[in-house]
């Protein structure tokens, strides 16, 4: 058996990893102002939220071409792969997970695993990292398997948005949720249930918001099988999330959290200064 782990471009993978040569990224296109970019290709994050901010429509994206997916596939199995591990982004935001069952059959002579990571991110690339680390150990396809199980099952995220707009607009909350949020002018704390985001509480501040989030953190550190990793993602917003990172430290000295950014696709939805907490087992 020759595996391959093939994941899209929304996923944050730790640098020792991202050069593996068993690791292939699809790019996931964002389009602003009718141009289309891919992600991690032709535009980086740095780039895109100045892009965005100076945009005359509301960026969108998009799942890459059936054509460009099936050609990925099918020069991995010319390159003597014959099992793929592909872990995606939510099928929650986004309908490639399910393109994906489309094509399982289409490739000759390549055994095609669609996974649904029901997050992105860091959590997805610790779910990446976590595979290609398994695939050097010798384990096998069912081991790798109830491995990213074990992640997904005990991963959780909570973000906390400067504006809700973009993620009803993207139609990734409903407008109801939108219009409470605005009504009662708070802070919602956002979550993924079942790989969809939804409200899980209102704030009445940032700083209640970042307080209640913290410490929903600090309960499902004990609901995790030991060691824990704990993540503080960010778009555009770094000081915030260094600041984060020190509360963090603070409250949980013995926990090892990790910095990264959301990429443009996400940040499209969750808009500029957005920041996640999230904390998965390893």
Do not use: C, W
Not at 67 to 86: A, F, N, P
Not at 136 to 156: N, P, S, V, W
């Amino acid at each position: 058996m020759k595996l391959a782990i093939v994941t899209d471009s929304t996923a944050f993978i730790p640098e020792r990893v991202r050069g593996h040569k068993d690791l292939y990224v699809i790019p996931i296109p964002v389009i602003i102002d009718g141009k289309s970019y891919n992600e991690g290709i032709d535009i980086e994050p740095d780039e895109y939220y100045e892009l965005l901010n100076n945009s005359a429509e509301f960026p969108t994206t998009s799942q890459p071409s059936l054509g460009e997916t099936i050609e990925i596939y099918r020069d991995l199995q010319r390159k003597g792969y014959d099992t793929v591990i592909s872990i995606h982004l939510s099928s929650g935001i986004s309908g490639f997970y399910s393109t994906l069952f489309t094509l399982k059959d289409d490739i000759e002579g390549l055994d095609l695993i669609p996974y649904d990571s029901l997050i992105t991110s860091m959590p997805m690339g610790h779910m990446v990292e976590a595979a290609l680390d398994d695939l050097d150990e010798g384990f096998d396809i069912q081991a790798i398997l109830a491995h990213l199980d074990k992640i997904r099952d005990h991963t959780y995220a909570y973000l906390i948005v400067e504006d809700l707009n973009n993620l009803v607009r993207g139609g990734r909350l409903t407008n109801g949720a939108a219009l409470i949020a605005g009504l009662l002018k708070i802070k919602p704390i956002l979550t993924f249930d079942q790989g969809k985001i939804v409200l899980f509480e209102k704030i009445r501040s940032s700083k209640k918001a970042f307080k209640r989030a913290e410490k929903i953190i600090g309960q499902r550190i004990n609901d995790i099988p030991y060691p824990v990793k704990l993540y503080v993602i960010h778009a555009n917003n770094l000081s915030v999330a260094l600041e984060e990172k020190e509360r963090l430290q603070k409250e949980y000295p013995n926990a090892i959290i990790e910095i990264g950014h959301f990429g443009p696709v996400i940040g499209t939805h969750l808009g500029e200064k957005a920041i996640g907490l999230a904390i998965s087992a390893q």
